[in-house]
């Protein structure tokens, strides 16, 4: 049987595929569940966690999946190869600049991270910049 944070964490996880388009037998066969437990876990009320385990996860989870879907934006981004799309001046221009305004806030947010976990983060910085 499992305990509530363990139910707490599956739901979560299972929203997280579900919101990045897996299908519920994907997800099923992906957690090792039954299509039913997606299908009900999806239905549950999104109750608040009632411990700070249960909160920490649910945060972990939310933040896996939003890294998951910038991952996915970046690399369609990149298969979209914008810079060698033709296009007219004023399109090429606002994409140039959402490219350089999304890279901006990404390197702050990146900085942000950084100065929070500077252990986890000292080797992807050595060698960068001079």
């Given at each position: 049987?499992?305990?509530?944070?363990?139910?707490?964490?599956?739901?979560?996880?299972?929203?997280?595929?579900?919101?990045?388009?897996?299908?519920?037998?994907?997800?099923?066969?992906?957690?090792?569940?039954?299509?039913?437990?997606?299908?009900?876990?999806?239905?549950?009320?999104?109750?608040?966690?009632?411990?700070?385990?249960?909160?920490?996860?649910?945060?972990?989870?939310?933040?896996?999946?939003?890294?998951?879907?910038?991952?996915?934006?970046?690399?369609?981004?990149d298969?979209?190869?914008?810079?060698?799309?033709?296009?007219?001046?004023?399109?090429?221009?606002?994409?140039?600049?959402?490219?350089?305004?999304?890279?901006?806030h990404?390197?702050?947010l990146?900085?942000?991270?950084?100065?929070?976990?500077?252990?986890a983060?000292?080797?992807?910085?050595?060698?960068?910049?001079?």
């Open positions: 049987m499992s305990t509530p944070t363990e139910v707490a964490q599956r739901r979560a996880k299972v929203r997280q595929l579900s919101h990045g388009g897996a299908s519920n037998r994907a997800i099923a066969q992906q957690l090792g569940i039954s299509k039913d437990t997606v299908r009900r876990d999806l239905e549950a009320p999104d109750a608040p966690p009632a411990t700070p385990a249960q909160r920490i996860a649910q945060r972990a989870a939310q933040t896996e999946s939003a890294m998951s879907q910038l991952r996915a934006a970046a690399q369609a981004v298969d979209a190869r914008p810079a060698y799309t033709i296009t007219d001046e004023a399109t090429a221009r606002r994409w140039c600049a959402e490219l350089r305004a999304t890279a901006a990404l390197a702050a990146a900085d942000a991270f950084a100065e929070y976990y500077p252990s983060t000292a080797r992807a910085t050595v060698g960068q910049g001079s």
